[in-house]
């Protein structure tokens, strides 16, 4: 496992490929791919997320907790489904709110790369998980490697936006520093808590107000039409 395709997140997180947690962890994969159990996303879109957004580039951090575990489904980027497949009921809250906040009428398709490519750093907790078995790879390693990339955001960048949604992502950024980011809450969009205060959270104004106060380029929170 490394980061080919990610040069400035490889050289901040080389020694994670080689510390213990990791070996352990890449033994556990291989051990499931051996067992013939189907683990999302494909391996080639383990570190998508680090992929298509630069460490340098980095100006918005939204948490997500595990892929998704259905056929087709995910890609690396968390709450971001491949075109083609349905849109999950998170994202449609998610939609909802862009359109409350921003007057964003939502799209046909749940494929979110070019939010990715504008500096929105879509990164899941856990990286992998096997098929229709959700949360199957939590407590392997993942989460101890997307600890090490919040804290390398957190020291390296400035004035970046933590969108943390649900109890489960605040606990993750506990260690981003207030001083030199923004760092908003809200409860997590899920059908199950989203009527109690991610409806109405703002959080996308106000991401786009901060960034330009900071003298950043907003984020065109519009996704195309068709999915590209």
């Known amino acids: 496992m490394v980061l080919e395709k990610a040069p400035d997140w490889q050289a901040a997180l080389q020694p994670e ?5 990791m070996q352990n962890l890449k033994q556990f994969l ?5 067992k013939q159990k189907v683990i999302y996303p494909h391996s080639a879109n383990w570190f998508h997320a680090l992929e298509t957004t630069p460490l340098n580039e980095v100006k918005v951090v939204i948490l997500g907790q595990d ?3 259905q056929p087709g489904q995910a890609h690396g980027l968390c709450f971001s489904v491949q075109p083609g497949i349905k849109i999950p009921p998170s994202l449609m809250n998610i939609y909802k709110e862009l359109d409350s906040d921003l007057g964003i009428k939502p799209v046909n398709h749940g494929y979110l790369e070019s939010w990715a490519r504008q500096g929105v750093l879509l990164l899941n907790a856990v990286l992998t998980v096997e ?14 490697f997307t600890d090490k990339v919040i804290e390398t955001i ?16 605040q606990r993750k950024g506990s260690v ?3 001083r030199k980011h923004l760092v908003l809450t809200a409860p997590h969009p ?12 703002r959080h996308f ?3 786009n107000q901060y960034l330009e106060d900071h003298g950043q380029t907003p984020i065109n929170w519009q996704l195309p039409e068709t999915p590209t």
């Open 30 to 34: 291989r051990s499931e791919k051996d």
């Open 176 to 178: 981003i520093d207030p």
């Open 131 to 144: 098929e229709s078995n959700a949360n199957s790879h939590q407590g392997k390693g993942w989460e101890q």
């Open 190 to 201: 899920s059908p199950l808590s989203a009527h109690r205060g991610f409806l109405g959270c």
């Open 154 to 169: 957190n020291e390296q960048r400035n004035n970046v936006v933590f969108m943390l949604w649900g109890s489960y992502a």
């Open 205 to 207: 104004s106000q991401a």
């Open 67 to 69: 892929p998704y575990h």
């Open 17 to 21: 490929f080689e510390a213990p947690y």
